[in-house]
């Protein structure tokens, strides 16, 4: 294994001749998917592998790598990937009570204390950037919109009152009748212009129209499941456990 630490990626001692292939940005030819290179035995991960990213996906790249290599060793297809475990949990604990807070705050990011410029411009090696103390670190984590706890919605127990149309503060929620996605996403009640982003699409409601709301712009808020007399939406906490490398990620 090679830790490459740097300021950029540069593969000069790499012979070109041992069967790993490399772009034309001479970086080498990476499968995004089991971190392979063209040189089977040879897995890149984090900045050498795609470029510049961040610490997240160097992590990602590395459990990757190690169920590739682990099913590698033991003779298997390694592009046969282990599903991820994925659990949905309410979070009511009664008619309106939730055991999350769901207030918004447009509260702007907390900068990060910076040391006095004349002490860092005397000292290069002195770090400038001196980091949260305990009550700005509180606060910038106030901030958090609860992305890990999704919107459900049931069709069956929806009785159209629009009411979480008319309470979503992003009008990320339209009720209308059923078309291709190309036409749903020119006609919602704010058009979803990020086509990367999937649509959430609710049925079986009574009148045979269809819910879809636009996860692009959704803040998670809950305010549509407060707001519903029928409990047709829940806040469920998502939990993704990813298999790691060993027998779990085996399929035999």
């Not at 993704?240 to 060993?246: E, Q, R, S």
């Amino acid at each position: 294994m090679l830790i490459a630490v740097g300021q950029e990626n540069a593969f000069p001692w790499i012979e070109r001749d041992i069967g790993i292939e490399f772009d034309r940005w001479d970086m080498p030819k990476v499968d995004p998917k089991t971190m392979q290179s063209t040189l089977p035995n040879v897995f890149f991960g984090g900045d050498a592998a795609f470029g510049p990213k961040n610490i997240i996906w160097a992590v990602a790249h590395g459990h990757d790598a190690a169920i590739s290599i682990d099913k590698l060793c033991h003779r298997e297809d390694i592009r046969d990937r282990p599903p991820p475990g994925v659990t949905l949990v309410s979070q009511k604990m009664g008619i309106h009570e939730w055991s999350y807070d769901n207030d918004i705050s447009n509260d702007l990011r907390y900068r990060v204390p910076l040391r006095d410029t004349a002490v860092a411009l005397k000292d290069i090696k002195v770090e400038v950037e001196l980091g949260y103390d305990e009550k700005l670190g509180y606060l910038e984590a106030e901030r958090c919109l609860n992305c890990d706890v999704q919107t459900v919605f049931t069709g069956s127990l929806c009785i159209e009152c629009d009411a979480c149309v008319d309470i979503c503060p992003m009008d990320c929620i339209t009720f209308t009748e059923n078309g291709t996605e190309e036409d749903l996403r020119g006609r919602l009640m704010a058009p979803a212009l990020n086509r990367e982003q999937d649509l959430y699409i609710g049925d079986s409601l009574k009148t045979g129209r269809i819910m879809v709301k636009d996860e692009d712009v959704c803040l998670h808020c809950g305010l549509c499941a407060e707001r519903c007399p029928t409990g047709a939406w829940d806040m469920r906490k998502f939990l993704l456990d990813m298999t790691m490398a060993g027998p779990a990620c085996r399929s035999r």
